[in-house]
């Protein structure tokens, strides 16, 4: 069947395996949640305009992903109408939230169409720029003292396209000004109906920075976004910078990084946006605050911490919020499920101006998403490939409490100076700092009786089946699990953890401590030197795929893989 002249590279039967056989499905809170039935009737108005403004941004995301995106879905919408094969394509295109993506399995990207191919610069970039001739461009930009325009062509907020023989930028803002001013409308009318003063003061923040080519709006917004704690609502413009996969090469030019050091230009990646829409759950949000004030005091604790700025910290203020969240609706970046979904996150990143200026972050739990899952399959796990007396210590809520490590970790060590400076094996590193940055300070939680020893193994041990235990060997675009078989082969190596001679997980809980603190060490390390190629080697040493990997990866594929995921909604 061809979709607007492209043939759909799966057929039908293919499809239906897909979606009925290896995908999960993420339900997100309806009306009858709790939470839901608590709101005053003013904040149940204004989160109906929240999701029709998240409904307006995934067309965002859409354009952002791929050029062929908006008018695939829409030759899809239409045909479905009519065809069972084009339903489920539909489904499936739902399903990546765009025509192509990687699954988490398989090497190579899934491409739903002919021709139709996953890009590195996604649409951020023209199709057809390679990056020696992006390099070439820039270098001879700059030499020629365009600077602001190859300062606006590194922004994270900008669209880039082709003049003639060179390349000049447009702003997320006039991109997609049409769209962003109806986005604009819909947070006006939320922020009329609220009743937290604190929400209604951020929604006209966020409003106005959709509304103004001007970063500083942005800032002012995740200002006033990063300091809400007590609101009932929640709501997030996410932009993150996994996937543009052009702009980090320019750390691998010297002539290039000698030119930008020399006009003080960094080069940020793409942020990709998405939406969430939430409702506040106290009780969870309560347990996230036990960890909280703990901080400050693992941030004097980090290995070379004399030697970097902490964002985090104002002196011994800590500037951070947590929620958990009952989630109402995810869109754009959110809705890309492409090998995962995100379970939680800590926000604004350290490239973004709010916090180079001394904002604070957030981090937002989602509750839905981590309780989704194959719990029959966890189980054939544990028997196939864990020793029987550590069963006991595998706990879904447990590997919740890593979870919040790992979103604390991430505010914790060198910022993004010095992370951006590896170029294209940044999210790798800070994603397994932010992983060993949990498990390293679990014991300090159980010194300060936030948690006690049992939880602590329960932590260790549910970490490592449902993290370490990896599926299939990763790629590069997969930064959370590039970091997950680095912390497999250097615990290996290490002694903390071992396999018997019946393929069976045994942990030296003894050892592992003291295994991950020097684990963490020379992470930090990596970030301290700035360098794309001590980075490269580092993760080049501690990825390599070994027999025991393949052993694991050969469970999972008998006992059935499902990469993909189905987000359901009911508002």
């Known amino acids: 069947m061809k979709i607007n002249n492209h043939q759909i590279n799966y057929s039908e039967e293919k499809l239906a395996e897909m979606l009925e056989k290896q995908t999960i499905d993420i339900e997100l809170a309806g009306p009858e949640l709790e939470g839901y039935k608590k709101l005053s009737d003013g904040n149940k108005k204004a989160l109906a305009h929240l999701v029709a403004a998240a409904r307006m941004m995934n067309d965002v995301a859409l354009e952002q992903d791929n050029p062929n995106n908006l008018s695939i879905k829409k030759a899809l919408q239409n045909a479905a109408l009519q065809s069972s094969y084009a339903k489920r394509a539909l489904e499936f295109f739902n399903s990546l939230n765009g025509v192509a993506g990687f699954n988490g399995v398989d090497e190579q990207p899934i491409e739903i169409f002919e021709n139709i191919h996953l890009l590195k610069g996604h649409n951020f970039y023209p ?4 990056e020696d001739e992006f390099h070439s461009i820039l270098i001879s930009m700059l030499q020629n003292d365009e600077i602001d325009e190859v300062k606006n062509i590194l922004s994270a907020r900008t669209m880039v396209r082709r003049r003639d023989n060179k390349l000049y930028a447009i702003d997320y803002t006039e991109y997609f000004a049409d769209i962003f001013s109806a986005i604009a409308n819909e947070l006006e009318v939320a922020a009329h109906y609220t009743d937290d003063h604190a929400f209604k003061e951020y929604l006209g923040w966020q409003a106005q920075a959709l509304l103004q080519n001007n970063p500083d709006m942005d800032m002012l917004a995740d200002k006033h976004w990063a300091v809400l704690q007590d609101c009932p609502l929640e709501f997030t413009i996410s932009r993150e910078n996994y996937d543009d996969e052009i702009t980090p090469t320019v750390y691998n030019n010297n002539e290039l990084v000698r030119l930008l050091k020399q006009h003080n230009i960094e080069a940020v990646s793409k942020d990709m946006l998405g939406i969430r829409v939430g409702i506040i759950n106290q009780k969870g949000t309560d347990l996230i605050l036990q960890f ?7 941030a004097k604790m980090m290995p070379y911490c004399n030697q970097y700025h902490q964002s985090i910290l104002d002196g011994d203020t800590l500037k951070q919020t947590m929620v958990d969240v009952d989630i109402v609706d995810l869109q754009g970046d959110y809705a890309q499920c492409r090998g995962g979904i995100t379970t939680a996150q800590n926000l604004p990143n350290n490239d973004k101006l709010a916090v180079k200026t001394g904002g604070g972050r957030r981090n937002v739990y989602h509750r839905q998403v981590r309780m989704s899952g194959d719990a029959e399959k966890q189980q054939k796990i544990l028997q196939k490939l864990v020793s029987p007396e550590l069963h006991k210590y ?5 590997d919740h409490l890593f979870v919040i490590g790992h979103e604390n970790g991430h505010s914790l060590g060198p910022g993004s100076e010095y992370q951006n400076a590896i170029g294209s094996y940044k999210h790798i590193i800070e994603e397994h700092k932010a ?12 010194k300060n009786g936030v948690i006690d020893e049992e939880t602590l193994k329960k932590i260790y041990v549910s970490y490592i089946v449902d993290s370490l235990f990896l599926r299939a060997r990763p790629h590069q675009m997969l930064p959370h699990r590039m970091g997950s078989l680095i912390q497999f082969n250097y615990l290996l190596t ?3 953890i ?35 190629a001590e980075a490269e080697a580092f993760i080049t040493k501690h990825t390599d795929w070994s027999d025991i990997s393949e052993k694991i990866a050969a469970v999972h594929r008998e006992l059935g893989l499902k990469p993909y995921k189905k987000i359901v909604r009911h508002f």
């Open 127 to 130: 199709q057809d720029l390679g």
């Open 292 to 298: 909280k004030k703990h901080i400050p005091e693992l």
């Open 394 to 398: 595998y706990d879904k809520e447990a």
């Open 435 to 446: 992983d060993t940055i949990s498990l390293t300070f679990m014991p300090q939680y159980v």
């Open 494 to 496: 290490n002694k903390a």
């Open 498 to 532: 071992n396999f018997d001679d019946g393929g069976l997980l045994h942990i030296d809980f003894e050892r592992l401590p003291q295994v991950l603190h020097k684990l963490l060490e020379e992470t930090i390390v990596i970030q301290l030197s700035k360098s794309p």
